[in-house]
């Protein structure tokens, strides 16, 4: 098993700026993509952005320029910079994290963080 703990959520203004982070621990053994996804009242729960033990990198198109997903292999921890937030990123932020390879994975969830933005 994994266990995936978020923080960093909170309520900011907006065109303001937040930091979430995320660390897996337990059986973390060839975890190959950790990565963000949010879920807002009333709709499906998207990806934010991911990236692999590589560093490669994949945002949603809505958070391009503003978002920055970074990782830490040693410490199993991923972190997402959140800046010039707007009210449609309101939502709450899950930390995913795939473990195994690419065509065979297993994922475990974060218990999510709230982000409000709001004047």
């Known amino acids: 098993q994994v266990q995936v703990v978020e923080s960093g959520g909170g309520l900011v203004q907006p065109g303001g700026s937040l930091r979430l982070s995320c660390a897996a621990s337990?059986?973390?053994?060839?975890?190959?993509?950790m990565g963000w996804y949010r879920q807002a009242p009333g709709k499906q729960r998207e990806l934010v952005a991911s990236?692999?033990?590589?560093?490669?990198?994949n945002y949603a198109d809505s958070v391009k320029g503003r978002f920055t997903i970074s990782r830490d292999n040693a410490k199993n921890a991923v972190y997402l910079q959140m800046n010039s937030l707007n009210s449609e990123d309101t939502a709450v932020y899950y930390c995913?994290?795939?473990?195994?390879?690419?065509?065979?994975?297993?994922?475990?969830w974060g218990q999510g963080t709230q982000v409000t933005v709001s004047s």
């Open positions: 995913n994290v795939k473990r195994g390879a690419p065509s065979a994975y297993y994922v475990y």
């Open positions: 337990g059986n973390t053994f060839s975890i190959y993509a």
């Open positions: 990236i692999t033990s590589g560093g490669s990198t």
